[in-house]
């Protein structure tokens, strides 16, 4: 009994089709999204800026696009312009979807912080999106950050 070759071109489009198929396969079965976002900065007795100069001012930040379990963070510098102390405080409002809110946290490293008149100081954002988070894809936010006089 005689075997038949098989051409070596037929070999290579079968192997080169099972391993497309398989990376199809793959990307299909994996959980991926994107999640957009924009957001408005509001400043309240202070003010909130990209460069440590205090020369371009914070309106939005633009966290990119996100997946379930990301974290990434947004470096700001925050003035004092008054004339005397201000406690910093920050708070989120008019989250849109409502279902992003508890889902998506925003925290910072200057809560409480003690920002005396005329210095400036450095502050990190961070945005953390829950690795449960589902039917998102898209939202929004507002920052609002005050300097409460002491």
């Not at 930040?61 to 005397?84: M, Q």
């Not at 005329?118 to 829950?130: A, E, F, I, P």
Request: charged residues 10%.
């Amino acid at each position: 009994m005689s075997m038949q070759k098989v051409p070596t071109g037929i070999v290579l489009g079968i192997a080169v089709t099972a391993i497309v198929i398989s990376v199809l396969a793959t990307s299909l079965l994996s959980n991926y999204q994107r999640i957009t976002n924009n957001g408005n900065v509001e400043a309240v007795g202070v003010g909130v800026y990209w460069d440590n100069h205090c020369t371009d001012n914070v309106t939005s930040i633009d966290w990119g696009f996100l997946e379930p379990g990301a974290v990434t963070n947004r470096t700001v510098y925050i003035k004092n312009s008054g004339n005397v102390p201000a406690m910093l405080n920050m708070t989120t409002a008019d989250w849109s979807p409502n279902e992003a809110y508890g889902n998506i946290t925003l925290s910072w490293n200057r809560e409480g912080y003690l920002l005396d008149s005329g210095l400036v100081v450095q502050m990190v954002l961070t945005l953390s999106v829950s690795s449960e988070i589902a039917g998102v894809a898209s939202f929004s936010f507002d920052i609002i950050i005050t300097g409460t006089e002491l």
